[in-house]
């Protein structure tokens, strides 16, 4: 075996290498009732330490949390104004949605905390995008008819509109808006977010 690794590495590097590998066996024939565990030698010399192992209290190791999807409604996505004129060039400005994104937390009913029953997830629902000035000009600040409700199981158990308010400063304006009071008992639930009118 030695050869194999004098060919692959060079005569001192496999030395080596063959030298420490006899060494973790004769520590593993030492080692108590010939079990290797965290505390017997070669446990030790594993983990580089002859400290006592440490313990991880399971109650302090955060739960995976499902996180219910966002969804942006099929033709909700942007929001036209014009002057009323109806000509080619009579938008006034145009809004979309770019980005959305979602924050869970698990809480209990009445505590805020609790995996039992009455649990449910709160959803910090983020929507973002950008607003463009049109032809016939933008007034200073628009505002954006955001829509979020939740479905769960075919029935909406969520839904209520915000009024974003924009401050525009030259043609094209970013924009951003966090929802934080959306509830959902199920990770199941789908979030779905876009413009009313």
Do not use: K
């Not at 030695?2 to 420490?20: L, T």
């Not at 909406?156 to 009071?181: C, I, K, M």
Request: proline share 5%.
């Amino acid at each position: 075996m030695s050869d194999v690794f004098e060919g692959a590495m060079g005569r001192g590097a496999g030395r080596r290498v063959a030298a420490a590998l006899a060494a973790l066996l004769v520590l593993a024939g030492c080692a108590s009732d010939g079990e290797l565990t965290a505390t017997s030698t070669v446990g030790q010399f594993l983990r580089g330490t002859t400290a006592e192992p440490t313990t991880i209290d399971p109650e302090l190791i955060t739960p995976t949390i499902g996180c219910p999807t966002i969804t942006i409604n099929p033709g909700t996505e942007a929001l036209r104004r014009e002057d009323g004129s109806g000509g080619a060039d009579a938008l006034r400005w145009q809004a979309s949605i770019v980005r959305t994104a979602r924050e869970c937390t698990l809480i209990g009913e009445g505590e805020g905390e609790g995996e039992g029953e009455g649990a449910s997830v709160a959803v910090r629902v983020g929507v973002s995008g950008r607003v463009i000035e049109g032809s016939r000009g933008a007034p200073e600040v628009v505002e954006l008819p955001l829509r979020i409700a939740v479905r769960e199981g075919g029935e909406v158990t969520y839904s209520r509109l915000h009024n974003v308010r924009v401050a525009l400063e030259g043609v094209s304006q970013p924009w951003a808006f966090v929802d934080e009071n959306v509830r959902v008992s199920s990770p199941e639930a789908e979030i779905i977010v876009g413009f009313d009118g």
